[in-house]
């Protein structure tokens, strides 16, 4: 008998604790379901088991709840299914925590000549890559785990993080402070590292010194790629949005757009300030896409310039039906890129860097585009309902709080 078990009879709590969390039952159905009888993931040999103090909520989640109106959500969740079909998971992906358990292979013995502020251990205050690669296909073994060819998303494919604990391979943790330390930032922006990290994929795939940019998208991407980009030294930050404007671009242009455009009637105002400023060439140098929307794609590839470049990030809900490439792309020869996800690590080192500087204000920045609460998990109908609604922009839950 395991002491693990020995030590639970005596105590006489039950072998394997249920815990809170939201579940995905149905994806031909809208919503999700809260349960608190689901088992608490229990770490496999090379997995750790953390305790998730805040996870945020961003577009896929939202895309996951409202699956029976989304075709594309719901195949991409069954892209590993077998015949047997979809079996419900915990949805989530993008959190921080305390590590409460680790599996046998990530025992601190395993590593006696690493140095001990780089060994993971229980009480470590960490954050995850959810993004999981297969670490056997080509790409994975040149150096592009973020596009595997086989990747797993824990929240989309396997059981994520809106629940009281998530297991998590330990290659994929990121350790944010020892024993508990939170000096470095508070979980409800720890939570959004994972957002973060998009947005440091997406800028650092241009090289905007001394560049024009364009941001298509004021959501949090579009507003946390705002600042990157001054900090980095762009020229000028053209932002564009199309709801909630007010609040957006307020936020905009104290990250440091030069000027914001409301294209919800058009994009004749954007076209011309191109036109006026952009004198030496004809269009901006770098084009960020950050919103998904389809009229985005026809600004994005309007306003770049000659041998410029784009840079994809937001999804669209569905394909786009006509698209001129000729025009848009080979006869401007600009360069198109997507971008998935997070570099594994080179991202996520990069962040680690930018928060551990104060000369970035990334904790003011980040807290606010964030909600001015707070939820539960039991409040999730509500939470939800706020994002689609647009009254707020990024939302955290706290599992281990509430009822
Ligand atoms: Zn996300
Ligand atoms: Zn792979």
């Known amino acids: 008998m395991s002491t693990s078990v020995t030590a639970a009879i005596k105590s006489q709590e039950p072998l394997t604790k249920s815990m ?61 299914v077998g015949p047997e079909g979809y079996k419900p998971i915990v949805v989530g992906h ?177 076209y011309r300030s191109v036109e006026k400023h952009e004198i030496s060439s004809n269009g901006v140098d770098v084009v960020i896409e950050m919103s998904g929307s389809p009229s985005a794609y026809t600004d994005a590839f309007r306003i770049v310039r000659n041998g410029g470049i784009v840079l994809l990030l937001g999804i669209t809900r569905k394909p786009l039906s006509e698209f001129d490439i000729a025009n848009a792309v080979i006869w401007k020869g600009v360069t198109v890129k997507g971008i998935f996800g997070r570099k594994m690590f080179d991202t996520w080192e990069t962040m680690l860097r930018l928060l551990r500087s104060d000369r970035f204000d990334l904790k003011n920045r980040l807290s606010q585009i964030i909600g001015s609460r707070d939820y539960t998990l039991n409040e999730y109908q509500e939470a939800f309902a706020h994002l689609s609604k647009g009254t707020e922009m990024k939302l955290v839950f706290e599992p281990q709080k509430g009822v």
């Open 20 to 80: 809170k969390c939201l579940v995905k039952e149905d994806l031909d159905k809208d919503g999700l379901s809260l349960r608190t009888d689901i088992a608490q993931p229990e770490p496999k040999y090379d997995e750790v088991k953390i305790k998730v103090l805040a996870t945020s909520v961003c577009g896929t989640d939202k895309s996951i709840f409202n699956s029976g109106s989304s075709e594309g959500i719901r195949k991409e969740m069954k892209r590993y």
């Open 94 to 270: 993008e959190f921080c925590g305390v590590i409460e358990e680790t599996g046998q292979g990530v025992k601190r013995d395993n590593w006696k000549d690493v140095p001990d502020h780089l060994v993971l251990e229980k009480g470590d205050y960490v954050t995850a890559e959810m993004h999981l690669s297969c670490g056997h296909c080509m790409l994975c073994k040149t150096g592009n785990e973020h596009i595997c060819m086989n990747v797993k998303v824990k929240g989309v494919h396997l059981d994520g993080c809106f629940a009281h604990s998530v297991v998590v391979p330990y290659k994929n943790v990121i350790l944010l402070g020892k024993n508990g330390d939170q000096s470095l930032l508070p979980p409800r922006l720890g939570a959004m590292l994972d957002a973060f990290g998009n947005a440091v994929h997406t800028v650092q795939e241009a090289d905007v010194r001394g560049k024009s940019v364009a941001i298509l998208g004021a959501g949090p991407l579009g507003l946390m790629a705002t600042f990157l980009c001054r900090d980095f030294g762009a020229s000028r930050i053209y932002l564009t949005e199309a709801a909630d404007i007010d609040r957006r671009f307020k936020l905009g242009q104290e990250f440091g757009a030069s000027e914001c455009f409301d294209i919800s009637k058009g994009s004749d105002v954007l």
